[in-house]
């Protein structure tokens, strides 16, 4: 079966410092992948997805980047924390068909 | 107007009741649509999944779609304390899936 992780699980971080975050899939080979952001009480953010490795799409002009060094490793990163980063991060990945299914996600607060 | 709309509530029912949940959409491109459960702090749990209109059934939840009026539900029947979490629409566009905000439901013991 296929098993998705994220860490870290929590985060806290001073404004101005750089940022890595990590989700990778188990079980599968080619996925979708996608990092969404949730600010409390608000929807989903959908952030950046990737088709396959190297191929990254951005959806929101922001301080944020992704990229995807291998086939199930999707990494987001700053190179700068903003308060306004802060929030709760999520991995998604999508098979061949259109449900997504996420991880347990990064909670991020920027000090 | 959003794509997706959806009341955020907060909902409060006692358990055993019918719940009903509604999202509204503008696409008509979107032909997939799923309902997402959202325990506090946790991710989303992929609940109900359907591209057709009408209903499906599973356990105690019916997902109903109306494409006709760009309407859909998710009904839980004998509502339970555990169900109580934050309920999400999604519709399928193309690589991507577009979300309601979310309706917070408590069911009350």
């Known amino acids: 079966s296929q098993t998705i992780h994220q860490w870290p699980a929590t985060l806290v971080q001073p404004v101005g410092s750089p940022l890595s975050l990590e989700c990778t899939v188990e079980?599968?080979?080619?996925?979708?992948l996608y990092w969404y952001r949730q600010a409390a009480g608000r929807g989903l953010q959908l952030l950046f997805y990737s088709v396959g490795i190297g191929q990254i799409s951005s959806e929101v002009p922001q301080n944020l980047s992704a990229s995807r060094p291998q086939d199930r490793q999707f990494i987001l990163s700053s190179k700068k924390l903003l308060l306004s980063d802060s929030g709760f991060y999520l991995c998604?990945?999508?098979?061949?068909?259109?449900?997504?299914?996420f991880g347990p996600g990064t909670r991020l607060t920027v000090t | 107007q959003k794509e997706v709309e959806q009341d955020p509530g907060p909902l409060s029912v006692p358990e055993g009741a019918i719940v009903s949940l509604n999202c509204t959409y503008s696409n008509s491109a979107f032909q997939y649509f799923m309902w997402y459960r959202q325990y506090s702090r946790k991710g989303p749990e992929l609940l109900m999944y359907t591209y057709s209109s009408g209903n499906k059934e599973d356990g105690r939840f019916t997902a109903q779609v109306d494409k006709s009026s760009k309407y859909i539900s998710l009904f839980i029947r004998d509502s339970q304390p555990s169900d109580s979490a934050t309920y999400l629409c999604a519709m399928a566009g193309a690589q991507k899936l577009v979300f309601g905000q979310g309706t917070r439901l408590t069911i009350n013991p």
């Open positions: 998604a990945w999508r098979p061949g068909t259109y449900e997504q299914y």
């Open positions: 079980g599968t080979s080619n996925p979708n």
